[in-house]
Nanobody, 130 residues
């Protein structure tokens, strides 16, 4: 069973920076794809960023492209969401998600689709003050 624990959320000023972390348990992190999603009050959850198993491929929502890189460290089973120059509209609960490779012989590719993810963290609140 995989567990994902997010940390690093909080209050940040617009134009500042913040780094979210997502620590994964389980034995298949290095072959899993990871993603970050977010949900603002009154809105549906939306895709933010995703990274494939090796870190060699990433995709971003247009709204964060160039500002929110998604590095990962397979040595410590952790993926990050770096938030550079956040805007007020980036305020949301941020969730990390894992596209698990258990039971397969595959190394998982990145995906922007929620339904492709098998495990989700509990979410961490990020509030950007303007």
């Amino acid at each position: 069973q995989v567990q994902l624990v997010e940390s690093g959320g909080g209050l940040v000023q617009a134009g500042g920076s913040l780094r979210l972390s997502c620590a994964a348990s389980g034995r298949t992190f290095s072959s899993a794809a990871m993603g970050w999603f977010r949900q603002a009050p009154g809105k549906k959850r939306e895709f933010v960023a995703t990274i494939n198993w090796s870190g060699g491929r990433t995709y971003y929502a247009d709204s964060v492209h160039g500002r929110f890189p998604i590095p990962r460290d397979n040595a410590i089973d952790t993926v990050y969401q770096q938030m550079n120059s956040p805007k007020h509209e980036d305020t949301a609960v941020y969730y990390c998600a894992e596209r698990d490779s258990s039971g397969t012989d595959y190394y998982m590719e990145a995906s922007t689709e929620e339904y492709r993810y098998d495990y989700w963290g509990q979410g961490t609140q990020v509030t950007v003050s303007s």
